[in-house]
Nanobody
């Protein structure tokens, strides 16, 4: 069984930065891709970013390219999302997810385990 615990969310002004972390339990972490997704109030959950099991070839949604950076530390069983240049539109609950595969993917159906989420609120 895998457990994913997100942290690092909070309230930040537009243009500011946050760093989200997702700590994973279990042995599967280092052999699986990881992803970040988000869900804004009234909206469906959407893809943000993903990274393969090695930690290279990151994938980003067009809306976050150039502002958000995904990384992982397999020794710590942790994936990160560095969020810079935050916009009001980035306000959402952010979820990390463990893929069933080793390659990065934007498809939610490829992800097997999900965290409980951490809230990010960007104010003007």
């Amino acid at each position: 069984q895998v457990q994913l615990v997100e942290s690092g969310g909070g309230l930040v002004q537009a243009g500011g930065s946050l760093r989200l972390s997702c700590a994973a339990s279990g042995r599967a972490f280092s052999s699986r891709a990881m992803g970040w997704f988000r869900q804004a109030p009234g909206n469906e959950r959407e893809f943000v970013s993903a990274i393969n099991y090695k930690g290279n070839a990151p994938l980003y949604a067009d809306s976050v390219k150039g502002r958000l950076t995904i990384s992982r530390d397999n020794a710590k069983n942790t994936v990160y999302l560095q969020m810079d240049g935050l916009k009001l539109a980035d306000t959402a609950d952010y979820y990390c997810a463990l893929s069933a595969y080793y390659s990065e993917s934007s498809a939610q159906e490829d992800y097997e385990y999900w965290g409980q989420g951490t809230q990010v609120t960007v104010s003007s």
